[in-house]
C-alpha cells in the first residue's frame, strides 16, 4: 500500500528536478498526487509519467507567484481528490549572478517564487491542511539558508527566509498539530542547478562542488525527494521545525 497510501500530496515545481520526483515517490507510496508548474509541457509529462507507472496524479500550469492562480489549483485538488494532506514546496528559482550585475526585476522575482510563493501556497492549502487527520509541510530550501553564497545573493536571501518561514510556522501551528519541515539540499543534478554552475564542464563541477566525505558523487533528484517523504511520513511524527541538511557534509 505505501506510507502515503490514500493521502492527497500537492507539489509545487513538479514538472522537473526535485519536485517531478517527489511527485513520483510519494505515487509510488500510494498517494494521490496534484502538481503545479509554470512549465505547461514539464507538469503534463510528469502527470503522464505518473498515471504509465500506475500511479494517480492530476496537475495543471501555475505560477506560485501568483496568489490567485495558487488558489485555483489548491481549489481544483480538492475537487478532484477531496481534500489535502501533505503541501511538498519544491518550486524555486536562482543562478550565480554579479551583485553589481543584479537587476531589480530578477531579485524581485526571485523572492516572488522562492518566498511569496510558499507564502501563497501555504496559506491556499492550510485551511485544508488543519482538517483531521492534520497535515504537514514540507519546504524546500538550500544550504544556502544556513550560510551566505558569493555571487548569489538574490537566491541566498530567499532561502535564508524560507528556513524562518518554516520555523515560525511551525512553532505558531505546532499547539494545531500542523508540522512544518524544511530540507536544505546541498548541489544537486537538476535544471535548475546549471544556473549555477559557472564552468562549461557541468560534470565536473558538481564534483568539485561535493563535499570531501562524498567527493565525485553528487545528489539526484530522487535522494532529496527520499527526504522530504521522510519528513512528510509518520515515522517524522517529532520532527518539527528543522532544516534537515541532504549536503552529503557540505556544511559539516
Not at 500500500?1 to 493521502?7: D, K, N, P, S, Y
Not at 498517494?31 to 505518473?50: L, Q, W
Not at 499547539?175 to 543534478?189: I, K, Q, Y
Amino acid at each position: 500500500m505505501g506510507r502515503f497510501a490514500g493521502r492527497v500530496v500537492f507539489v509545487t515545481g513538479a514538472g522537473s528536478g526535485v519536485g517531478r520526483a517527489t511527485a513520483a515517490l510519494f505515487a509510488e507510496e500510494g498517494a494521490r498526487v496534484f502538481g503545479i508548474d509554470v512549465n505547461r509541457d514539464g507538469i503534463s509529462e510528469t502527470v503522464a509519467t505518473i498515471k504509465k507507472a500506475g500511479g494517480e496524479a492530476d496537475g495543471m500550469h501555475c505560477d506560485v507567484a501568483s496568489f490567485e492562480e495558487v488558489g485555483r489549483a489548491v481549489q481544483r485538488t480538492v475537487e478532484v481528490y477531496g481534500g489535502l494532506n501533505v503541501l511538498v514546496n519544491a518550486a524555486g528559482i536562482g543562478g550565480f549572478k554579479r551583485f553589481e550585475e543584479l537587476e531589480p526585476e530578477e531579485w524581485q522575482r526571485t523572492l516572488a517564487v522562492n518566498v511569496t510563493g510558499m507564502f501563497n501556497t501555504i496559506k491556499a492549502a492550510l485551511p485544508h491542511l488543519l482538517r483531521p487527520p492534520v497535515g504537514n509541510v514540507v519546504n524546500v530550501g538550500s544550504t544556502s539558508s544556513l550560510r551566505g553564497t558569493a555571487y548569489a545573493a538574490h537566491y541566498a536571501a530567499s532561502k535564508a527566509a524560507v528556513l524562518n518561514l518554516t520555523r515560525s510556522l511551525a512553532l505558531e501551528f505546532a499547539s494545531r498539530d500542523l508540522r512544518v519541515n524544511c530540507v536544505a539540499p546541498g548541489g544537486v543534478r537538476t535544471p535548475l542547478g546549471r544556473f549555477f554552475m559557472r564552468r562549461e564542464d557541468f560534470e565536473q563541477h558538481l564534483v568539485d562542488y561535493s563535499a570531501p566525505p562524498k567527493r565525485g558523487h553528487f545528489a539526484e533528484p530522487i535522494d532529496i525527494a527520499r527526504v522530504i517523504a521522510f519528513l512528510a511520513s509518520d515515522d517524522a511524527r517529532m520532527v518539527n521545525g528543522v532544516a534537515l541538511l541532504a549536503d552529503g557534509g557540505t556544511l559539516a
